[in-house]
Structure formats: structure tokens, C-alpha cells
């Protein structure tokens, strides 16, 4: 008897122990998942097919998407070393102007190519990297070519600079400046601690390029033309990257609209069937 009743305190006590640790643990720790990208399809168009003489846009062109004849000039450049180190660890720093803004935009990109379109394993890989759902200063975005698919992870971030008026960007040593004050610290910390600092001070600029952007519809979505007059790979004149675009929250209304697009384009004789390459185009050619 006596027994038993020691067994039962001994249970008792084992039991508030238990209880005690137990209420003393923190909750276990939800890890973070992967981020949740936006889509922007981007497509080609033929620029013999689309331009005028004068590097415009046809009026057949704009009327068929709602456009009218203003357009937005955004003047952009790249900043890099001259062995590309900072392009070659899939980063992208770039300085814009867009007419009608008072402050530069600086965007810092990370690209992971997607394979097999695997979305999902671009994503999870980002997230391994470091980008994942609780990082709110960058966005995902799926870039969603003719054939190819790239997941883009880009902070932005404002840049003032006196001295600078119009559509003028900064100078190089100004540039690297501002680019090295926002610079973000994945960024810099991505080979080791400083590293995109160091990249930054070393670097130059590719471009510029001052691009011409006409806003309008198709199929009920925000549609934009962009015309990017870039150097051609001689180097003795201009070769125009005509891309058409729109952006959605929804991959299934991406793929569909994105094959709509292309057989529309195709009926027109305005398809370029290519995939967008201009950022790699300006790194090579400037």
C-alpha cells in the first residue's frame, strides 16, 4: 500500500514537471516559405514590321492596343566591373530616369533561371539563398519569355542626386556612389562581407540607353510597347529591341494570355520569335 502510494506521488510529480517544461518551451518556429512572384509576360515584336522610318511606332500599331502617340522616355544604365563580376553572380544593378520623376530608381536584381519550367525549384532554391516570404524588401517576379522563363528578385530603392535635371542620369563616380549607399546586404554580402562594395568601386558603366515606353490594352489587361534603341554589335550604329508586355498575379492567366499574345502577334506579321535578351545585349555591347 505504501508502495503504491509513493508509485502515485512519484507519477504526480513527474507529471507537474512535465507539465512545468513544457509550458516553459517556446512554440516551435514556423520556417519561412517561398516567396510568391508576380508574372510579367515579354515578347518580341519585329521592328521592320512595327517602326516607322522616324523609329516610332505605326499608328496601326497603336491603335490596335489603345496607344496613343506620347510616350514615356526612361533613360537606363547598368553598373558592373569590367569582368562583368557582379552580372556573372546573376546580380543586376541598374540606375533609371523615367520622364516626369524627380529621383533616379535603383534596382537591385537577383535572377535565377528557371529549368524544365519548375517554378516552384527556382523558387525554393531563392529561398535556400535567402529570399523568402518574410523578406518584404524584395519582390519576385517571373519573367516569362517566348520560351524561356527567368524568376527575378529585385529591391528598389530612391536616389537623389543634385545637380542632375531632365532625363540625365549621374555620372559614373556619382552612380557608383548612389549604388553603393543603397546597396542592399545580400548584395553585399554575397561572396563575402563587402563584396558589393567592392564590385561597385570597381565598377563602370554599361549603357546608356534612353528607352520609349507607350502604355495601352489587349485582351482588358495594361499593355506596354517599349522601343530600346541599343548599340549594335559592331558598334557603328543602333539596332531597335521592340517588347511588348504585361504584368498579372495569376500564372494560369500568364500562360494562357502569353500563348494568345504570340498567335495574335503571329496574325498580324508583328512576332519576333525570340526571346527578350536586351539587358544581356547592353552588357555586351557597351
Known sequence: MRRNKWLGGLASVVCTAVLAVSMSMPAPVQAASNMVPDYEVKLLMQPSAVLGSDGKLTSTVRAAFGMPSTVTKMNVEFLDTNAKDIYTNTWIPRIRKTEGESDFELTYKKRYPIINDNIT???TLAKQEGFDSSDTNYDA????GYLNKTLSISNKKTGKKSGYSG?????ASDSRKLLKDNVPGKMDKWLYNGWGTDMLNASRVYGPVLAKRSIGTW??????????PIQNAAGTGIENVVEISFKTNSSTTASTKHDQLITYLQSQGWFLAQDS???QMIMDRY
Open 277 to 279: 535578351l536586351k539587358t
Open 141 to 144: 517576379q517571373v519573367e516569362w
Open 167 to 171: 532625363m540625365d542620369l549621374p555620372s
Open 121 to 123: 525549384a527556382a523558387l
Open 219 to 228: 485582351s482588358g489587361l495594361e499593355t506596354y510597347i517599349e522601343v530600346w
